[in-house]
């Protein structure tokens, strides 16, 4: 059962192009990827939950969440001296109930954090995971 | 953000009944909010004036298809960039420490001795400068203006002395001398590489430092009464030192030599200046 949900939760994803972020990258070097599904976490239950960090990449990355960004219902960017330094996209849902995000910000040079997050938590709640005290 | 979207339902309505494209303006104190409503798509601009200028915090376009916000500062993800690091010079608001007569710098005992004893300086950091070197900042080029009063002691009976002639030397003074001291008043500017949080706190820097000194003094304690001996010792005005600090938070231990003589060689003895001692920042 746990195996055709996960099925169910990576085939959620097929249709983003930041599913081919995590699957071209996730094992590149300089790159750390980490999948979590039908974790806790900070108190939200969440389907799926995959981040990516890289140190290099950034241009080739940035091209597929645009593509992305494109067919999101929802676009929330933070922008520093006219560049976009992080936000987070929520995308049509493919399961009634189930939202899907992707958060992002970029570092410095080539570097950034990719993260995509299915679960039924609200863009509130999703706020609120991102600001809670660490 | 909820006020503006509720502002926002407010004013869509009116929007509506107008021709299109509708430009509708609402200033509030230092704020002013445009919407514009143009083919299906409602544009709102946030703008906020600081009192110098008017800036854009916040852009919205709404449609059927697709809400985009974007921020022009963080509302949600908390901005802990290192890169936008403040890098700060590490140099002591107060500082303490020995300040010893050298034959030159960097002698590692001093050959002076007996004639010159111990001797003391503290100081005070006016201002400080710093200018960043990496993008991480965590290295820089900083420099500082500091006072210092420097007292440096000689032993036995020694007094250091002008003659006539304009000669400057230690004499050896028949009465019992209980204590002999050449001070000096000096404003230092030094200018250093730093290096911070290699290690959590701890910062370490190197660099050279100009001293400009005056108010020079020497004298000594006899009988319970102060002399003074003269205030001409030949002492050059101007010094190169090279010094550096190590330290962790607001502690920290200095040391510096003096790369040119204390006193003009020509006329008094081949004195150095070496000093170490303990700072604090406050």
């Excluded at chain 2, 020694?158 to 002639?165: E, F, K, Q």
Aim: charged share 20%.
């Amino acid at each position: 059962m746990a195996m055709l949900l996960s099925a169910s939760t990576v085939l959620a994803q097929a249709d983003l192009q930041v599913g081919r972020v995590f699957d071209l990258y996730g094992h590149s070097k300089g790159c750390k990827m980490v999948e979590l599904h039908h974790s806790s976490f900070r108190g939200y239950e969440l389907d799926v939950y995959k981040s990516l960090i890289y140190r290099q990449y950034g241009n080739a990355i940035e091209n597929y969440l645009k593509t992305d960004r494109k067919n999101a219902r929802k676009v929330r960017e933070i922008v520093e001296d006219g560049v976009i330094t992080s936000g987070y996209y929520m995308m049509k849902q493919t399961r009634q109930g189930i939202n899907r995000y992707i958060l992002f910000r970029n570092g410095s040079g080539q570097s950034g954090t990719v993260v995509y997050i299915e679960g039924a938590l609200s863009p509130d709640e999703l706020m609120k995971l991102c600001t809670v005290n660490k | 953000m909820k006020k503006y979207l509720l502002l926002l339902a407010a004013v869509i309505p009116a929007t509506l009944w107008a021709a299109e494209p509708v430009d509708t303006i609402i200033t509030k104190t230092n704020k002013k909010v445009i919407v514009t409503d143009t083919a299906g798509t409602t544009k709102v601009k946030v703008l906020e004036n600081d009192g110098k200028e008017e800036k854009m915090t916040f852009e919205g376009h709404y449609s059927d298809q697709q809400d985009v916000e974007q921020y022009f500062f963080s509302p949600f993800i908390p901005n802990k960039k290192k890169g936008n690091r403040y890098f700060e010079a590490s140099y002591p608001s107060v500082f303490l420490g020995f300040n010893n007569l050298e034959s030159h710098c960097l002698s590692s005992m001093n050959d002076l001795a007996p004639n010159v004893s111990s001797s003391s300086e503290w100081g005070i950091t006016i201002t400080t400068f710093s200018f960043p070197l990496d993008k991480m900042k965590d290295f820089g080029i900083t420099a500082a203006a500091q006072i210092k009063n420097v007292h440096n002691y000689f032993s036995g009976n020694h007094i250091l002395t002008t003659d006539d002639n304009g000669q400057t030397y230690l004499k050896e003074d028949t009465r019992d001398i209980q204590k002999s001291y050449l001070s000096y008043w000096a404003f230092k500017v030094p200018v250093m590489l730093e290096g911070q949080r290699m290690i959590g706190k701890l910062f370490m820097s190197i660099g050279f430092s100009l001293e400009l000194r005056s108010g020079e003094h020497s004298r000594y304690k006899t009988d319970g009464h102060k002399h003074t001996e003269t205030t001409d010792v030949n002492l050059n005005h101007v010094g190169l030192n090279v010094e550096s600090y190590i330290g962790y938070d607001g502690f920290m231990i200095y040391c510096n030599c003096g790369l040119t003589p204390l006193l003009n060689t020509h006329n008094a003895p081949k004195y150095y200046t070496g000093s170490i001692g303990v700072a604090f920042k406050l």
